[in-house]
Structure formats: C-alpha cells, structure tokens
C-alpha cells in the first residue's frame, strides 16, 4: 500500500460548485497535514494546514482530517476559474520529512 | 510577503556534468529542504538541513549529491555527476523551526534538464 494515495484526476467542475479532493494515507504515525496549490510547472503553494483530526475553514477552504480512517480532505465552496491547479496533499509525522500525494488535477469551467 | 527564491530557473546539462542549484530561504527560517518532482510523478523529499548540518535525508539523496548554506542567505544543492534521470524540478523550501509545528514554504523551483 502507497504511504499517501490521492486520486489523480483530472476534475472539472462548472464555477460556483463544491469541490470535494482527498488523500488516504496508510502510515499512523502523520499527525500534521498539508494542502497545497501547485500551479502549472510552478512550486507547491501553501494553501492550510492542520495538526490531528478535526476541521479547518479559511474563506472559501475547509480542511479535514479523519485520523481514525486515515482520510483527509479539502472542500472548496463556490469555486472560481482561478482556483484551476494541481491540488497536493502533505503529511508528515515526527521527522521533518513532507510526503506528498500525486496530486489532483482540477479545472474549473467558467 | 517574504519567499524563497531560486535560481536559475531552468539549467541544461550534459551527463555527468557538475550543477549547483541555489535558493535564498526566507531570512530567519532555521530549517531547509530541497525536494524534486520528475515530470509526472509525486513531488519527493531529498534532505532537511538544520544547524549547518543535514538532519535527515531519502535514500535518493546518495554520494552523487551535497548540500551546503555557504553564507548566511544562501543555501545550494550540488549534484557532481549527473545522470539521465537527474531530470526533475528541485524544489528548495524553508520552514522557520520556533515552534513545534510549523509547516515548509516552498520556492519556485529550478527546472534541471540532463542531456
């Protein structure tokens, strides 16, 4: 099993919709969880961060993570063609280590 | 809003050719990474730096690779020997250590083309 899964993609959504991204993860000792924006050949953005289980909004961003299913997910609400990238999920547990999933690829259709 | 910056942005080079690839980490940050992404695939880590000595590195960062913070910006990867396969975005980020989570910013990249 991958120590980070996330679904490739591509998504495309019409703008104004939710989206819905996720990474499983198969390593019990990650405790701190990242989402990242990537733009085309560019590097990873920060987008939110938590530590352990339960939710994080910022603006339109909700971030969440379930430790005892080993899930986590981003939500954006009323999204907009400019939120079109590569989203990547980020996880790390003791060491300083980031490990990253694949990426999803999501375009939003104006 | 302070970022990291690196350079250069693209480099060709030839197989078994020297590349040194240079990053500013934002000023005040304790802790440096470099990470690279071949084309396609997951972005990896390489090696963490802390105290002007590496704190961990992956089993990708072999004897072909060095790092060094020569001066009190800057803080370079060196590849000796490149191959083929050599081929990737190295992404440098920085994270500033002063509590007990902080997460990494990461720079633009530097795009390393091997020939």
């Known amino acids: 099993q991958k120590e980070v899964e996330q679904d490739p993609g591509p998504l495309s959504v019409p703008e104004g919709a939710i989206v819905s991204l996720n990474c499983t993860y198969s390593?019990?000792?990650?405790?701190?969880f990242m989402w990242y924006r990537q733009y085309s050949r560019k590097g990873p953005e920060l987008l939110m961060y938590?530590?352990?289980?339960g939710n994080k909004e910022d603006g339109r961003f909700t971030a969440q993570v379930d430790k005892s299913s080993k899930y986590i997910s981003l939500f954006i609400r009323d999204s907009q063609p400019s939120d079109s990238a590569t989203y990547l999920c980020?996880?790390?547990?003791?060491?300083?280590?980031?490990?990253f999933g694949k990426g999803t690829k999501l375009t939003v259709n104006p | 809003e302070p970022e990291v910056t690196q350079t250069p942005s693209h480099q060709v080079t030839q197989m078994g050719q020297e590349v040194i690839l240079r990053c500013v980490p934002i000023?005040?940050?304790?802790?440096f990474y470099w990470y690279r992404q071949i084309l396609g695939q997951k972005v990896e880590f390489l090696v963490s730096?802390?105290?002007?000595?590496?704190?961990?590195k992956s089993e990708i960062f072999d004897d072909q690779f060095s790092v060094e913070r020569p001066d009190g910006s800057n803080f370079t990867l060196k590849i000796r020997s490149t191959k083929l396969e050599d081929s990737a975005m190295y992404f440098c980020a920085s994270n500033p250590g002063l509590v007990v989570f902080e997460t990494q910013y990461f720079g633009p990249g530097t795009r390393l083309l091997v020939l």
């Open positions: 730096f802390y105290n002007n000595e590496i704190s961990e």
């Open positions: 390593n019990s000792a990650f405790q701190y």
């Open positions: 000023s005040n940050h304790l802790y």
């Open positions: 938590t530590y352990s289980s």
């Open positions: 980020a996880m790390r547990g003791g060491s300083e280590k980031l490990v």
